[in-house]
């Protein structure tokens, strides 16, 4: 039978503690795109094994330093038989016995169907898969031990070369090795430099291995044991101790590999010079590929430091070429450097590939309580705390570093989660700070909230992280959340009440928008249409609630002025008084007459236009009433 997809399995079972690390289970047990996966789980049949079992992986990895005998013990018994039939023999006959355990426990081990994507536990269709496949025919051949059955059948030991060379299909096994180191450049719990180092120097030393044994071979079976590499400097050598001869090989299998050639152990016969021939162009191709992959292991540690000597490099250059003052050129160089100190704490690439709902909850758990403990979102609903949260993002900057530059366009406000910042002002050439901000304090939100040019320049003291939310994307999330509006704005009101006096004389028209607040809280409803209203959702005289295009918390502000755009006064009205723009040009005239004590005839722009509709009207926009 077919059964659901084993990723509910996998769950149930890491709850369990059979399952400690989901980062080692194999791609190849997940779903493709498009796959239903069904959230039940339904048992597996008797005497089935699942593939990705604690237990089963255990074994395999038993299996795995079996692998690593018989990938020593089958070229050295070729070259030295004695040993084939004295004392590795048992060991050779043990080692068989758990392979050929492992060769029935497969019959029993469910398998992943590729084109369905379900775990296949139905018996008979394991046993075909198993026994259609090259691994059956493979793994009985390099799992029989022919030459221990030959002298059962016979009763004779046969020393013959043959059982030697069927030795060698236990290198079939080694897969599984690689299917090992695999699993383990995958799995998190393991470095991936020190598990690919580890590759390399199991297959340098088979190679060497493998080489040495095939050598001493040659030497044994040729027919003048004295006109051979070895012969020329051991006499006798075939009745010297074998670990002698062993000795001789890899010595002369390691010299080859590294090409040193000290010449004192060399080829004598054709046989020796041409397999000499073939070992060192196996040598080229294996030299290649460790010097390609220690190249990128190294390179791979230290990507990241050559980027960012690159990205100082450039900085200079182009500090020096703009000429750009000092100060400066440092503030871009430690931004800079701490952004690659702090790009593994961010880890923007991680965040950007998670779905958003993810996302959402890694921002509420990081950032949630430092945003509630704002003053700016003090009592406002939990709805519009996830909303704005969601659309935060946070950064790093490095002491003495301008986060908000004075007097330019506002985008962005910021609230500190940890560090400190100093406020700024510039007099007569001269700084002066006003105030100090720490954590959860904010900056940059009276130009957003007034809409005017930033009033404060705001640099670090040390080393900030912050959370930054743009001008668009706070209006669009307040459009919808009238209440939370006018709670927000209350809070905003008693900040700026309090703020102190140097900070206020900073902020442009503040004394304007003090009294259009009071106003607006203080004069009766009857008289509301003598003034511009302020809230979106009040009403004058019948007329519908505010345009749905405008916060609530944010209208459009103008400057007005009593006089032609192209005259000068001297009544201290020069300057213009800053308004809210009300919903209609009747009204507009009457907010003129109350304040310059006259209404005029027609409103007039900078450019001496005339206006006849407050829906071109812009944030910020001067108007003269003549």
């Not at 180191?181 to 719990?189: A, C, G, Q, S, Y």
């Not at 490095?398 to 962005?412: A, F, M, S, V």
């Not at 904010?442 to 320049?457: H, R, S």
Request: glycine fraction near 6%; hydrophobic fraction near 40%; include cysteine.
């Amino acid at each position: 039978m077919s059964m659901p997809s084993p990723l509910p399995f996998l769950i149930r079972r890491h709850s369990s503690d059979d399952l400690k690390n989901l980062t080692s289970v194999s791609s190849s047990l997940l779903p493709a795109f498009g796959t239903v996966v069904n959230g039940g789980y339904t048992h597996l049949n008797k005497f089935v094994v699942v593939p990705y079992d604690r237990r089963y992986r255990w074994w395999q990895t038993f299996l795995v330093v079996l692998v690593v005998y018989s990938a020593w013990a089958s070229p050295f018994e070729l070259a030295f038989k004695k040993v084939a039939t004295g004392s590795l023999l048992p060991v050779d006959l043990l080692v068989d016995a758990f392979f050929a355990l492992d060769i029935v426990l497969t019959f029993f081990v469910a398998y992943l169907d590729k084109s369905t994507y379900l775990l296949v536990d139905d018996h008979k269709k394991i046993a075909v898969r198993y026994l259609t496949s090259l691994w059956f025919p493979m793994d009985v051949a390099s799992t029989l031990p022919l030459q221990a059955l030959h002298r059962i059948l016979t009763g004779k030991m046969y020393r013959s070369d043959a059982f030697g060379f069927l030795n060698l299909l236990r290198f079939w096994r080694l897969r599984r090795v690689g299917e090992l180191f695999t699993r383990l450049e995958k799995d998190i719990r393991f470095s991936y430099f020190l598990t690919r180092l580890a590759k390399l120097i199991c297959v340098t030393l088979l190679a060497v291995h493998s080489a040495g044994c095939f050598y001493y071979w040659l030497a044994v079976h040729h027919k003048e044991p004295g006109n051979t590499w070895i012969g020329v400097e051991v006499e006798d050598f075939e009745n010297r101790n074998i670990w002698v001869g062993y000795t001789y090989s890899i010595y002369w299998s390691i010299v080859t590999l590294t090409t040193v050639g000290y010449g004192d152990l060399h080829a004598v016969n054709l046989g020796e010079k041409l397999f000499s021939i073939c070992y060192m162009l196996f040598n080229i191709g294996l030299t290649s590929y460790l010097i390609g992959n220690m190249t990128n292991l190294i390179v791979h540690g230290a990507v990241r430091t050559y980027i960012m000597r690159d990205s100082i490099n450039e900085i200079l250059r182009y500090g020096s070429k703009n000429r750009l003052p000092e100060g400066l050129k440092d503030q871009m160089l430690a931004h800079m450097q701490l952004k690659f100190k702090t790009a593994e704490l961010k880890q923007e690439e991680v965040l950007e590939d998670l779905p958003k709902a993810i996302r959402s909850s890694i921002a509420q758990h990081l950032f949630g309580q430092t945003v509630e403990s704002a003053y700016l979102f003090k009592g406002i609903s939990d709805d519009l705390i996830v909303q704005l949260v969601s659309a935060m993002k946070a950064e790093y900057f490095p002491p003495k570093l301008d986060i908000i530059i004075q007097n330019e366009i506002p985008t962005d406000f910021y609230i500190l989660v940890s560090g400190s910042v100093d406020m700024i002002s510039y007099k007569n050439g001269n700084e002066q700070v006003l105030a100090n901000l720490e954590s959860p304090q904010m900056a940059g939100e009276i130009a957003v909230m007034l809409n005017i040019p930033q009033p404060f320049t705001v640099r670090t003291k040390r080393l900030s992280q912050v959370i930054r939310i743009s001008h668009h994307h706070f209006k669009q999330i307040l459009q919808s959340n009238n209440e939370d509006g006018k709670i927000l704005l209350s809070n905003f009101t008693e900040h700026l009440k309090g703020l102190k006096r140097g900070e206020q004389n900073e902020i442009p028209y503040f004394a304007e928008f003090l009294e259009d607040i009071n106003t607006e809280r203080t004069e009766p409803n009857e008289k509301q249409n003598q003034r511009v209203p302020y809230h979106g959702d009040q009403t004058m005289e019948g007329r519908p609630k505010a345009s749905k295009q405008f916060p609530p918390t944010n209208p459009i502000r103008v400057i007005i002025h009593g006089h032609h755009p192209d005259e000068s006064t001297e009544d201290g009205n020069s300057m213009g008084k800053l308004i809210l723009l009300p919903k209609s040009i009747e009204e507009l005239f009457g907010v003129a007459g109350k304040r310059f004590g006259k209404r005029g005839s027609s409103i007039l722009m900078a450019d001496g236009s005339k206006i006849e509709d407050l829906n071109v009207l812009r944030e910020g926009d001067h108007l003269f009433f003549v």
